[in-house]
């Protein structure tokens, strides 16, 4: 495996790739769960370096494993999926770290409320045409929009891990 990704645009694939969350709930305990992935994008220019990478998560989809919560937290209180399907993320900037990892600033739009977030992703070649992604952020939940409930019931701070597989298109220029 190459620290480095090439030039091209790079597509996610959604059976193989996760988007999941962790969050303190009622003070001692946390709560796992995932969004499916409908689409991921990253176009990579010639220096190997993203310029761009937009994101679409399913906000229908959320998962936490107990139908009485994830009910819940899919309608009104929280992520008012029949009004607000989707959740959306683009790039305002990248930043190289060291060799195969940026800094991924950008906009999740959430609920029709749009906030700052900031990625730490690693990257890995594997082959040509394959690589393996992990980007991680941790979430403000308020300014995300998600204020319902104190923060000892449900957690301000949404850790959240990307794990994708991306593959790079037929045409490698961008």
């Known amino acids: ?13 959604p ?3 996760t988007a999941a969350f962790s969050v303190r709930n009622m003070i001692f305990k946390t709560v796992h769960g995932r969004f499916p ?9 010639a220096d190997g370096v993203p310029r761009s990478v937009t994101a679409t998560l ?3 989809g959320f998962s936490t494993d107990h139908a009485k919560r994830d009910t ?8 008012h999926t029949d009004a607000h399907p989707e959740l959306t993320f683009r790039s305002t900037a990248v930043v ?3 060799p195969g990892t940026w800094l991924v600033k950008g906009r999740l739009t959430l609920r029709e409320v749009t906030s700052e977030v900031h990625l730490t992703v690693r990257a890995e070649q594997n ?10 952020t941790v979430l403000d939940r308020r300014a995300a929009g998600l204020g319902y409930g104190p923060s000892f ?5 949404v850790a959240v891990q990307l794990d994708l597989t991306l593959h790079r298109s037929s045409e490698h220029s961008v």
């Open 1 to 13: 495996m190459s620290n480095t990704i090439q030039a091209g645009t790079w597509s996610v694939e």
């Open 15 to 17: 059976t193989r790739s």
């Open 37 to 45: 992935i409908v689409s991921a994008e990253v176009s990579v220019g």
């Open 58 to 60: 399913d906000a229908a």
């Open 72 to 79: 819940h937290v899919r309608g009104q209180d929280f992520l």
């Open 96 to 98: 190289p770290q060291e």
């Open 127 to 136: 082959g040509d045409d394959t690589a393996e992604v992990v980007a991680t």
């Open 153 to 157: 019931l449900v957690g301000r701070k």
